[in-house]
């Protein structure tokens, strides 16, 4: 079966960075767009990177761009999200998501498999 791993999550100052790697098993991993995503008490969750099958495109919202960096690495199944000067607003229970459908989309009801997410509060 499709399983994600997410892990990395930390309490950060606030100017901090962090490294999410998101392992992935039972899926032909280089052949489908994935993404981050987060989500914070009382809020929807929204996407924060996102990365084409082959790796060339990758788009952010504002809020984050410029801070995080979302990449893969195929050959160890694995996605990476680095974020760097990060902000209090960035506080939030963070995954990593797999969309079948052949691109990218921005929205969370597009991706298919999810991890369990991994918690990133910065202080």
């Known amino acids: 079966h499709v399983q994600l791993v997410e892990s990395g999550g930390d309490l950060v100052q606030a100017g901090g960075s962090l490294r999410l790697p998101c392992v992935v098993s039972?899926?032909?991993?280089?052949?489908?767009?994935m993404g981050w995503f987060r989500q914070a008490p009382g809020k929807e969750r929204e996407g924060v990177a996102l990365?084409?099958?082959?790796?060339?495109?990758?788009n952010y919202p504002d809020s984050v761009a410029g801070r995080f960096t979302i990449s893969r690495d195929n050959a160890k199944n694995t996605l990476y999200l680095q974020m760097s000067t990060l902000k209090p607003e960035d506080t939030a229970m963070y995954y990593c998501?797999?969309?079948?459908?052949?691109?990218?989309?921005?929205?969370?009801?597009?991706?298919?498999?999810w991890g369990q997410g991994t918690q990133v509060t910065v202080s």
């Open positions: 998501a797999i969309r079948s459908a052949w691109g990218c989309a921005g929205v969370p009801n597009a991706y298919d498999y």
């Open positions: 039972g899926y032909t991993y280089n052949k489908t767009c």
């Open positions: 990365i084409s099958a082959s790796g060339v495109s990758t």
